[in-house]
């Protein structure tokens, strides 16, 4: 009876060990979308905005803090920004990203984060030119990784990716999101 158990636990534990090497672990990545197209040269956003500033945001569950960063969202945002066309030294518009929540999970096999973020870009004397509130949500699967922490990384990395590509989107470029995390 012990070794058939032992069996039991091996064939279990392989299939588990196999996923687990599919995805590497480690820090947060980058929240940029892999794929950006620029704005047409005539728009109203080519070369348009000088600085991205925002606020840190709330994480709705303190212990994964370390999972989401605000500053390291805005450098993926400038970057992205900067790469769409948008963001250059000589802009005179300030894009505000005032990241409102990131909903993050305590446990479970599918692990669904969701972000809200609040994006205005005021002219050079403070007008409002653009208001809008994005929100996005990721959910990753057990198959994306068995570690919990780590479906929370890659959910957090790719609702960040989406939350970005739709500004992109909005304001005329082009961007791809994440890839898809699975059926919610």
């Given at each position: 009876?012990?070794?058939?158990?032992?069996?039991?636990?091996?064939?279990?534990?392989?299939?588990?060990?196999?996923?687990?090497?599919?995805?590497?672990?480690?820090?947060?990545?980058?929240?940029?979308?892999g794929?950006?197209?620029?704005?047409?040269?005539?728009?109203?956003?080519?070369?348009?905005?000088?600085?991205?500033?925002?606020?840190?945001?709330?994480?709705?569950?303190?212990?994964?803090?370390?999972?989401?960063?605000?500053?390291g969202?805005?450098?993926?945002?400038?970057?992205?920004?900067?790469?769409?066309?948008?963001?250059?030294?000589?802009?005179?518009?300030?894009?505000?990203?005032?990241?409102?929540?990131?909903?993050?999970?305590?446990?479970?096999?599918?692990?669904?984060?969701?972000?809200?973020?609040?994006?205005?870009?005021?002219?050079?004397?403070?007008?409002?030119?653009?208001?809008?509130?994005?929100?996005?949500?990721?959910?990753?699967?057990?198959?994306?990784?068995?570690?919990?922490?780590?479906?929370?990384?890659?959910?957090?990395?790719?609702?960040?990716?989406?939350?970005?590509?739709?500004?992109?989107?909005?304001?005329?470029?082009?961007?791809?999101?994440?890839?898809?995390?699975?059926?919610?």
């Amino acid at each position: 009876m012990p070794r058939s158990m032992a069996r039991r636990s091996l064939l279990v534990a392989l299939p588990l060990l196999f996923l687990g090497a599919c995805v590497q672990t480690g820090p947060m990545g980058s929240m940029a979308p892999g794929v950006i197209g620029p704005v047409a040269p005539g728009s109203a956003w080519a070369n348009a905005v000088g600085t991205v500033t925002g606020t840190d945001g709330l994480v709705a569950n303190p212990m994964w803090n370390a999972e989401f960063s605000g500053p390291g969202f805005r450098s993926d945002l400038a970057q992205s920004l900067s790469r769409a066309g948008i963001l250059t030294a000589g802009g005179t518009y300030r894009l505000n990203a005032d990241v409102q929540s990131v909903t993050q999970p305590q446990t479970g096999t599918r692990v669904q984060v969701a972000m809200v973020v609040h994006y205005t870009i005021h002219d050079a004397t403070g007008r409002a030119v653009f208001d809008q509130t994005v929100t996005t949500s990721y959910t990753s699967p057990l198959g994306q990784a068995v570690r919990g922490v780590d479906r929370l990384r890659i959910a957090s990395e790719n609702a960040a990716k989406d939350n970005i590509a739709l500004l992109l989107r909005s304001l005329g470029a082009s961007a791809e999101g994440a890839p898809t995390g699975g059926p919610l």
